[in-house]
């Protein structure tokens, strides 16, 4: 069943309500959780983005769209790696220790040689820090090497690591 995302404000307290609803119906009674006020609402299901009203109130704040965004590395050979939302480390596909990313197909790559970090509600760009390698990280012109040193990476721009290219797409 399809859902949609609705706004209205409680005509007794001013509170800003978001209701997820079945797309198809028109009408229903919702409580304010802030003040207790029962009200009628109404939804508009023509209109695009879907609007709904209190009854008796003129209709009030549009939908707001829920974004969903997901990163991945486009490999030079081109496999892909999707990429989790929040910390994870990068490294070479090995049983014996496994990364969250796990590259396969390239021995200069180390088994956890870099940590990942993707916020995308709070920065747009992937963060690449070092782990432990024994081959340098090479993030546009810039060689990183020593644990701890980091570089950002912005959707299109790429990465090396060992001789694999990967390049950051976010969508």
């Not at 978001?18 to 006020?37: M, N, Q, W, Y």
């Not at 916020?119 to 644990?147: A, C, E, M, R, S």
Request: charged share 20%; proline share 6%.
């Amino acid at each position: 069943m399809e859902t949609v995302t609705v706004n209205i404000v409680c005509p007794s307290c001013n509170e800003k309500l978001t209701l997820v609803k079945p797309e198809a119906t028109e009408s229903g009674v919702v409580t304010c959780l802030r003040c207790g006020h029962e009200m009628s609402v109404v939804f508009d299901i023509n209109s695009t983005p879907q609007t709904a009203f209190v009854e008796g109130q003129e209709p009030d704040l549009p939908a707001e769209p829920v974004i969903t965004q997901s990163a991945w590395f486009s490999a030079s050979d081109g496999s892909e790696y999707e990429i989790p939302e929040g910390v994870s480390v990068i490294g070479r596909c090995d049983a014996r220790l496994a990364s969250d990313i796990n590259i396969t197909g390239d021995s200069r790559i180390s088994r956890r040689c870099a940590q990942v970090e993707w916020h995308p509600h709070v920065d747009p760009h992937v963060k690449i820090t070092v782990l432990k390698t024994k081959n340098p990280i090479i993030i546009g012109n810039d060689i990183f090497q020593d644990p701890g040193a980091c570089g950002i990476l912005r959707d299109g721009e790429s990465l090396y690591l060992g001789q694999t290219r990967l390049t950051l797409r976010i969508r």
